[in-house]
């Protein structure tokens, strides 16, 4: 945050990264004092970039950017420091600063110089620094030469070739700007949930630990585990007495790049990758994906990302309320609200309340007529409706599910006994076939299937006809020591096969006939994608027909805030598929784990289940550490109404072997 040097210093881009941030703070409706200690502290922080941007006097942006570190870090009270003068006593902040600080809190009115700065400032420079790696100084030299004065002329201005020639910037940070306005228009939007779940998670546990804090959780899109998180959004169960200290103390959290506002009962921060005690990894990304989520830049991007976080600080009698509204969605908290207005109540984020019986009261006020919540529980049981998970709640029939007592019981993670689309070093996988094992084992699975790439995959690597029955023998010779040893753990061989022209696979059918069962998936994704829906469909169902085909692999090809899947139809899929396991063939239809991909995607999860295609939820893990990404399969999974029984990788070894040899 503002106070860390080391953020101050490193990382000022986030600061803008959520441009409306960088706007002049409001005075409170009454004071003095009209300001409190964190819109001084961003006011004067906004000044001292301003006049970077200003190539003002080295010493005059120093001061500011001291004071507003030494006033968002100082321990005693700030309002006291200002109305008894004390303020000046502080070393760093000098007479005309202490001056300018004393006034706008007692009059609620910014020094007019601080405030045309802001109005005199190009709202495009201002955009610019949110650029990652892009500070003002270079900034305000391309304003000067070049003209530059958005990031839209930025962008036109590197691609033009004007940048890189200018004295001090090259080839190297010309680049490195493209790649930065890149990166900006794409974090603008969302982060992935594996990411965002990242930081929503370590940000819920800090706040948790906090003295005072009675609980702290997650809601939003991150608690109802969707494939993109717009913002973090966590609700604080808080005495009053203890507001105060708690909010300062979530203030002083590592890890906050920026402060965008810090009200009574709300505090809304810019996270960055500081909050995470170790580097920020992202691991093994298999190539395909990494080519169509920027190369190998990438992890340096995301590790220089940010994320929004809203936290709201509420009293314990309310926290259920606040919980349940801001865990949403919209459209689930609409239908609920309907619910009780249905029964004569008011529900919002405060209360549950019977409309007679708070008159014209709001808010806080209005809540304490609510009927009483120690837990969501009871506001779901005071609607006559049986408790939703928050996965479920995207208004997708889930509140008419809970009304007849219909919702599924969804799967849970340690329900996974193994997985079947993995990768070794046969193809383009990064561990043995023993680490593999090994590490499934360590998992707690009684299965593990390895399905390398076929050959036509170039590259991954593809392995020839010869080394996948190789891997097959060595993979009997495991099962059958691990038989003698008494050993309650099974390998499967398969093999990941690409579908080739006319819907064939990758290998003749007297090799396919050697294996346990076989992936198709579709590599060949600018063809794909450049055919309709029609013809990529009739491709998909003639592939599903090949007696060898087992499972169907990420269906549309899709990579999260990569690139879009190829058009099919996956409800005739789904279909035929349905058809097939009616006759006693096993098809099933791959959820790819994988958080680049979550594909089949989890609204279509519930179509599935509805006819009756089993699932298979596959990690497609290129090293041992992807096998866990199992976990956001199983989220995916759950939020497509998904049941153990609906998903394959809860049988037992001897439930799998029938399965598989259920073949045409
Ligand atoms: P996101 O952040 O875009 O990934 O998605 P959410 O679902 O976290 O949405 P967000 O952050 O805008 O708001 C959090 C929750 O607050 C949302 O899921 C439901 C609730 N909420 C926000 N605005 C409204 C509203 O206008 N009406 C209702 N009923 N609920 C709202
Ligand atoms: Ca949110
Ligand atoms: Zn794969």
Redesign the pocket.
């Known amino acids: 945050m503002i106070v860390d040097g080391k953020v101050m210093n490193g990382r000022r881009r986030a600061f803008t990264m959520a441009g409306s941030s960088f706007s002049i703070p409001k005075p409170r409706p009454s004071g003095p004092p009209f300001f409190s200690r964190n819109q001084v502290a961003q006011m004067l922080h906004q000044v001292a970039i301003l006049l970077e941007l200003q190539d003002a006097n080295v010493f005059r942006i120093r001061s500011y950017q001291n004071c507003s570190r030494l006033i968002g870090s100082i321990s005693e009270d700030f309002n006291e420091l200002v109305a008894s003068g004390e303020l000046f006593n502080l070393k760093g902040i000098g007479k005309g600063l202490g001056e300018a600080i004393t006034e706008s809190m007692n009059t609620g009115d910014w020094p007019d110089d601080w405030i045309r700065l802001h109005t005199d400032t190009p709202q495009g420079l201002i955009e610019m620094l949110g650029i990652p790696g892009l500070g003002p100084k270079r900034i305000k030299i391309m304003h000067d030469e070049l003209g530059v004065d958005s990031v839209a002329t930025l962008k036109q201005a590197a691609q033009d070739n004007r940048i890189a020639p200018m004295k001090g910037f090259g080839e190297k940070t010309q680049q490195r700007m493209l790649d930065g306005i890149e990166l900006l228009s794409r974090f603008h939007a969302r982060r992935r949930l594996d990411v965002g779940l990242r930081y929503g998670q370590v940000l819920e546990a800090k706040i948790a630990s906090i003295p005072g804090v009675q609980h702290a959780s997650l809601?939003?899109?991150?608690r109802r585990r969707r494939e993109t998180?717009?913002?973090?959004?966590i609700v604080v169960s808080v005495h009053d007495s203890d507001k105060d200290d708690v909010s300062n103390a979530i203030l002083n959290l590592s890890g906050i790049a920026d402060v965008k506002g810090a009200g009574d009962s709300k505090i809304s921060l810019i996270l960055d990758t500081s909050i995470f005690e170790e580097e920020f990894r992202l691991g093994h990304i298999d190539k395909n994906v990494l080519e169509a989520i920027g190369g190998d830049d990438y992890e340096q991007l995301e590790a220089s990302g940010t994320i929004d976080a809203?936290v709201r600080l509420v009293p314990p009698h309310i926290a259920p309320f606040t919980l349940a509204y801001?865990t949403?969605s919209k459209e689930h908290n609409i239908a609920m609200r309907q619910r009780a207005i249905d029964r004569g109540l008011k529900l919002n984020e405060f209360g549950l309340i019977p409309e007679a019986s708070a008159g014209d009261l709001k808010g806080m006020d209005a809540a304490h007529f609510s009927l009483p919540a120690s837990s969501e529980h009871d506001i779901y049981s005071h609607l006559d409706l049986s408790f939703v998970e928050p996965e479920l709640r995207e208004d997708m029939g889930e509140v008419i599910a809970a009304e007849s007592g219909q919702l599924p019981v969804l799967i849970e993670p340690d329900q996974i006994r193994g997985a079947l689309h993995n990768h070794t070093t046969l193809s383009d996988g990064e561990a043995s076939l023993e680490q593999m094992a090994d590490a499934a084992r360590q998992l707690g699975w009684s299965w593990l299937g390895i399905a390398d790439h076929s050959p036509t995959l170039k590259i991954a690597n593809g392995a020839n006809a010869e080394d996948l029955l190789d891997q097959g023998r060595t993979i009997r010779k495991y099962n059958e020591q691990w038989a003698m040893d008494g050993v309650d753990f099974k390998l499967y061989h398969g093999v990941e096969s690409d579908i080739l022209e006319g819907g064939k696979l990758d290998h003749p059918d007297d090799v396919l006939s050697e294996l346990d069962y076989v992936v198709a998936s579709v590599h060949a994704m600018t063809k794909w994608r450049n055919r309709d829906e029609q013809a990529n469909t009739e491709e998909l169902l003639k592939v599903i027909d090949h007696p060898s085909t087992t499972i169907l692999g990420h269906p549309t090809g899709r990579i999260l805030q990569g690139r879009e899947g190829y058009e099919v139809d996956l409800f005739a899929v789904l279909e035929h598929m349905a058809e097939h396991n009616q006759n006693g063939v096993l098809k099933a239809m791959e959820l790819n784990a994988s958080p680049y991909r979550l594909d089949l995607d989890w609204r279509l999860c519930k179509h599935a289940k509805g006819l009756g295609v089993p699932i298979f939820i596959n990690p497609d893990a290129h090293s041992t550490r992807g096998l866990s990404d199992i976990s956001y399969g199983v989220m995916a999974g759950r939020k497509g109404w998904l049941e153990a029984h609906d998903v394959l990788n809860t049988r037992t070894i001897s439930e799998l072997d029938v399965l598989l040899s259920q073949k045409e």
């Open positions: 809601a939003g899109s991150a998180i717009g913002d973090l959004d809203q801001f949403g």
